[in-house]
């Protein structure tokens, strides 16, 4: 017989060792679907994670990195501190399009004027928009308590709508022969958040995300904010006694959250896509919850984990073209890696331990 | 800025100076919106990427990626198949032409086709199938086979070319039953079942006993199905395993021979940039099968449209006809001309509701 048992104390060397088992395991395990599927699982494998890094064109690839993490990670940074004092904001996706939304129409307010001011304030009307739509929830949780995940997630579609609606008209291209979608940003350089070193992949997007997971790993860990955050997540009662007060801790994690996200969609709309068109948000919302938890909530974690999830997206890419590997087994892979590092939390938590089976 | 770019361009001209040394085959790269089982769309461009690999056999290589997001992804995505040595790129989506044209500036020497597009450049071509020849034969059956005169219609976008294609199936349900009225669903995706099956659903509660669609799946058709006497088209491909009912025929795009041809013109040298409008007289777009459960008279006729068309005696879009506001479009006799059907944002007279802008 076997029985888990718990630990008094969670362990300090699982908690850094699972992140580090569920990759293997999920190597392992995605290399037997791949050899299912009639690929020779090494290569599969080696293309996914080798071929962006250090393959023959890693020099496009390893840019692309950056521009596929840096949403991910600056949302999820937002969205760990909230995780971490149980506060649950589950539509950074809407957010993150109204970030774009917000950020985009402002700077095509200008249009076509040319000047140095533009593009700061498209950042602080992206920020603004996303802070804006995490506000909704945060205000119902504080003001009638309700339910901040359902709320959240529910003003995804909201937004959703919302960009279909100014893509088709407000922020329609006048002179798009009537199709859908604004105009190119990246054809507009006083709101172009432009590579700020050619072929390097850095956007403002990326500044902003190393920057966060610094003032993140601060306020964590040298600010008494930080400590509240910390204190409601494990000791709510502690959290209390101590002087804690929710719902300005609600409001500030929903609303830095929600701020994070719009700046990371207002990047994205002014660089790498350039268009608000009503298939410009791609998941970055939702699976930046699967990268904070990747990443353990902390910081630095989450910058790892950003750039692990994005080298699965690319190298999942060049797998699809190189060795005709269907979509689908892509993002079976990616689910994989969420449930091992879920399945092996256990562990930190938990010891196995095998027990005698006695008779009743 | 300029300089910028030139650091770029040179970057990447080195890539692709390294990657295609070894290489004698033509490599046809594809990029897909949705999955190649999406039973649709995609379904019929895959099909298309075989028959290229049939027809050149050892001569060619295909690569493709599927269910790409329109955008950042979609670029990049297209840049790895050219530095991977891709020499022609079909790329199957109306939300991929900025990225392509993004990318052919990088690789001049690679040749791209975009689907569905306006924009081209010296080695971008556009091509689109004239999918409103099509409509215009089911609008035909439609308009006869309904009972309640209410006939539902999945809008994928409110762009021209899905504008066109209700305008077109109105005009010829109108001729034949001149009650009938259209019920319009926008579900804003290309492919998505769970969506599509829900507008289906929406519009057979409203009394639709005949559902056309601009969307990929067979949703639809399944929720017709369901509902047991409501008429369906197959959409992009035949979807014929819902024949002979609720599907009683389909609009088929057929890439293959343009795919084929085009192959061979980048084996030859002698690719140009084109921008091609192909049809029902061309192939591009065929109609499939019409079931047993369309009364032979109607399908004798929906064939002899067909014929017309294909002969080239008619165009669906012919005067007199009035926009929706009641002003004059085009006179007795007089058809429409290609410019002003690929721009189409205006619903023609009778259809009601308002395109969403």
């Given at each position: 017989m076997i029985v888990l048992e718990k630990r008094p104390q969670p362990s300090k060397a699982w908690s850094y060792a699972t992140p580090l088992v569920a990759v293997l395991a999920t190597m392992v395990f995605g290399g037997v679907l791949f050899t299912i599927l009639g690929k020779n699982p090494i290569e599969a494998i080696g293309t996914i994670f080798w071929e962006p890094l250090f393959g023959e064109f890693a020099f496009y690839y390893r840019p692309q990195l950056l521009v596929k993490g840096a949403p991910l990670v600056l949302i999820a940074i937002g969205l760990?501190?909230?995780?971490?004092?149980?506060?649950?904001?589950?539509?950074?996706e809407g957010q993150y399009i109204m970030g774009a939304i917000f950020g985009a129409g402002a700077g095509l307010a200008f249009y076509p004027l040319d000047a140095f001011y533009i593009f700061p304030i498209m950042v602080i009307s992206g920020a603004f928009g996303g802070w804006l739509w995490a506000m909704i929830p945060?205000?119902?949780?504080?003001?009638?308590?309700?339910?901040?995940i359902l709320v959240s997630l529910m003003l995804v579609y909201v937004a959703?709508?919302?960009?279909?609606?100014?893509?088709?008209?407000?922020?329609?291209?006048?002179?798009?022969?009537?199709?859908?979608?604004?105009?190119?940003?990246?054809?507009?350089?006083?709101?172009?958040?432009?590579?700020?070193?050619?072929?390097?992949?850095?956007?403002?997007?990326?500044?902003?995300?190393?920057?966060?997971?610094?003032?993140?790993?601060?306020?964590?860990?040298?600010?008494?904010?930080?400590?509240?955050?910390?204190?409601?997540?494990?000791?709510?009662?502690?959290?209390?006694?101590?002087?804690?007060?929710?719902?300005?801790?609600?409001?500030?994690?929903?609303?830095?959250?929600?701020?994070?996200?719009?700046?990371?969609?207002?990047?994205?709309?002014?660089?790498?896509?350039?268009?608000?068109?009503?298939?410009?948000?791609?998941?970055y919302g939702f699976t930046?919850?699967?990268?904070?938890?990747?990443?353990?909530?902390?910081?630095?974690?989450?910058?790892?984990?950003?750039?692990?999830?994005?080298?699965?997206?690319?190298?999942?890419?060049?797998?699809?073209?190189?060795?005709?590997?269907?979509?689908?087994?892509?993002?079976?892979?990616?689910?994989?890696?969420?449930?091992?590092?879920?399945a092996f939390d256990l562990l930190t938590n938990y010891r196995i331990r095998a027990a005698r089976s006695e008779v009743a | 800025m300029k300089f910028k770019s030139l650091l770029t361009t040179a970057a990447i001209a080195l890539g692709l100076a390294t990657g295609a040394v070894a290489q004698d085959k033509t490599k046809v790269g594809f990029v897909y919106v949705g999955p190649v089982g999406d039973g649709g769309w995609t379904y019929e461009h895959n099909k298309g990427r075989l028959a290229v690999e049939?027809?050149?056999?050892?001569?060619?290589?295909?690569?493709?990626?599927?269910?790409?997001?329109?955008?950042?992804?979609?670029?990049?995505?297209?840049?790895?198949?050219?530095?991977?040595?891709?020499?022609?790129?079909?790329?199957?989506?109306?939300?991929?032409?900025?990225?392509?044209?993004?990318?052919?500036q990088k690789f001049p020497n690679v040749k791209f086709e975009h689907a569905t597009g306006y924009k081209t450049a010296d080695n971008v071509s556009v091509y689109s199938a004239r999918f409103y020849e099509g409509r215009a034969v089911q609008g035909h059956i439609a308009g006869n086979m309904t009972k309640s005169n209410i006939i539902g219609y999945i809008g994928s976008y409110p762009i021209p070319e899905v504008i066109r294609g209700i305008n077109?199936?109105?005009?010829?349900?109108?001729?034949?039953?001149?009650?009938?009225?259209?019920?319009?669903?926008?579900?804003?995706?290309?492919?998505?079942?769970?969506?599509?099956?829900?507008?289906?659903?929406?519009?057979?509660?409203?009394?639709?006993?005949?559902?056309?669609?601009?969307?990929?799946?067979?949703?639809?058709?399944?929720?017709?199905?369901?509902?047991?006497?409501?008429?369906?088209?197959?959409?992009?491909?035949?979807?014929?395993?819902?024949?002979?009912?609720?599907?009683?025929?389909?609009?088929?795009?057929?890439?293959?021979?343009?795919?084929?041809?085009?192959?061979?013109?980048?084996?030859d040298g002698t690719w140009e940039s084109a921008n091609t409008w192909d049809g029902i007289r061309e192939g591009m777009v065929a109609i499939g099968e019409i079931t047993e459960a369309v009364p032979a008279d109607v399908k004798e006729e929906a064939l002899a449209l067909k014929a017309a068309m294909a002969a080239g005696e008619y165009h669906p879009f012919t005067g007199p006809l009035k926009k929706q506001d009641g002003s004059d479009w085009l006179a007795e006799g007089e058809t429409a001309d290609d410019g002003t059907l690929a721009g189409m944002n205006f619903y023609v007279e009778g259809l009601e509701g308002e395109i969403p802008q």
């Open positions: 760990s501190l909230g995780f971490r004092a149980g506060i649950w904001n589950i539509g950074a945060a205000f119902l949780k504080v003001r009638f308590g309700t339910n901040e959703e709508q919302m960009l279909a609606s100014v893509s088709l008209g407000l922020l329609k291209n006048p002179e798009g022969f009537g199709f859908p979608g604004s105009r190119n940003l990246q054809q507009y350089d006083s709101a172009h958040n432009a590579e700020l070193i050619a072929g390097s992949g850095m956007h403002w997007g990326v500044v902003t995300a190393l920057i966060a997971v610094i003032f993140a790993y601060v306020l964590l860990n040298r600010h008494m904010l930080g400590f509240h955050i910390r204190l409601t997540g494990e000791a709510p009662r502690a959290a209390k006694f101590a002087g804690v007060n929710p719902a300005r801790l609600i409001l500030f994690c929903l609303g830095l959250s929600g701020a994070l996200a719009g700046l990371a969609g207002m990047f994205e709309v002014s660089g790498p896509s350039g268009v608000v068109s009503i298939d410009f948000n791609v998941g930046a919850i699967i990268v904070a938890f990747l990443g353990r909530l902390h910081p630095v974690g989450i910058l790892l984990a950003g750039g692990l999830m994005a080298l699965t997206y690319i190298g999942g890419e060049i797998a699809q073209s190189k060795l005709g590997l269907p979509a689908a087994a892509i993002q079976v892979f990616q689910g994989m890696l969420l449930f091992f590092l879920l | 049939d027809h050149f056999g050892d001569k060619v290589e295909t690569v493709f990626v599927e269910s790409v997001p329109e955008g950042p992804d979609a670029e990049r995505v297209m840049t790895q198949m050219a530095l991977e040595g891709a020499d022609l790129i079909f790329t199957t989506s109306f939300g991929y032409m900025d990225p392509t044209i993004n990318v052919a077109s199936a109105y005009i010829h349900a109108k001729k034949v039953n001149p009650d009938v009225e259209f019920k319009i669903v926008w579900a804003y995706t290309w492919f998505d079942p769970a969506k599509e099956a829900d507008a289906a659903t929406v519009l057979i509660e409203q009394g639709a006993d005949v559902i056309l669609q601009h969307t990929d799946s067979t949703a639809p058709q399944a929720a017709a199905q369901e509902a047991g006497n409501v008429v369906t088209f197959g959409q992009a491909s035949d979807m014929s395993e819902y024949a002979p009912f609720p599907r009683v025929s389909s609009i088929i795009d057929d890439w293959a021979p343009y795919y084929i041809a085009r192959t061979q013109a980048v084996m």
